[in-house]
């Protein structure tokens, strides 16, 4: 069964916090991504990664950074955390372009 | 880059009705035509998909037409289902697979 792992359901932090979202996928997959979902808004991209230590900005990629040193763990970084960045955040990952994403259960991050 | 623009926005349907939920895309890159639906609480799960070479597809009740020259491609779900409540997206992009806002779907009994 595929499987996508996010390391916390559920987070609390506070401002200025440097915080570390984990994801792991046992499928082998090339490609992961990393989306943060607002209401009325819909998923965001902020990062995702095509290959092993390979990583592009998506849309909303300021305050965030990555990192993917082995293929079947891709880590979203908060910097330095602000309470614009609480909010759902969402790991998914695919076999290459033109595929099925399967995605996380989503960890709810609150900055306070 | 990809632009994805969905309407309705929101769709309210009584039990029973159709429901049908139209993409719109600029990039004709991706020749990969999926759609996800997303439950309350649960990351999005696709539904359905299609790819260039095949204008329409049906599983049960739900299915996915294309249209390449207009590009755009529709999710019609028929005799809807209170269950059938959530959030429908069509995700487009090649690597960078852009989601957009989505339609909230709400099927009253």
């Known amino acids: 069964d595929v499987k996508v792992t996010q390391s916390s359901r559920y987070l609390v932090k506070r401002t200025g916090e440097k915080v570390f979202l984990e994801c792991v996928q046992d499928?082998?997959?090339?490609?992961m991504f990393w989306y943060r979902q607002d209401p009325g808004l819909g998923l965001r991209l902020i990062y995702f990664?095509?290959?092993?230590?390979?990583?592009e900005k998506g849309d909303i990629p300021e305050g965030y950074s990555v990192s993917r040193e082995k293929k079947e763990r891709f880590s979203l970084i908060l910097e330095s955390a602000s309470t614009n960045q609480t909010s759902m955040y969402l790991c998914?990952?695919?076999?290459?372009?033109?595929?099925?994403?399967?995605f996380g259960q989503g960890t709810r991050l609150t900055v306070v | 880059g990809e632009n994805v623009e969905q309407h309705p926005s929101t769709l309210s349907v009584q039990e029973g009705d159709s429901a049908v939920i139209k993409c719109t895309y600029s990039?004709?890159?991706?020749?990969?035509f999926p759609w996800y639906k997303q439950e309350l609480g649960k990351g999005p799960q696709l539904i359905i998909d299609?790819?260039?070479?095949?204008g329409e597809k049906k599983d049960q009740r739900i299915a996915v037409t294309l249209n390449k020259t207009a590009k755009h491609f529709s999710l019609h779900i028929t005799e809807t289902q209170p269950e059938d409540s959530a959030v429908y997206f069509c995700?487009?992009?090649?690597?960078?697979?852009?989601f957009g806002a989505g339609t909230r779907l709400a099927v009253h009994p």
């Open positions: 990039d004709s890159a991706s020749n990969y």
């Open positions: 990664s095509y290959d092993v230590k390979m990583k």
């Open positions: 998914a990952s695919s076999p290459s372009g033109d595929t099925e994403a399967f």
């Open positions: 995700p487009r992009g090649y690597n960078k697979l852009i």
């Open positions: 499928m082998d997959h090339e490609n």
């Open positions: 299609i790819r260039s070479n095949v």
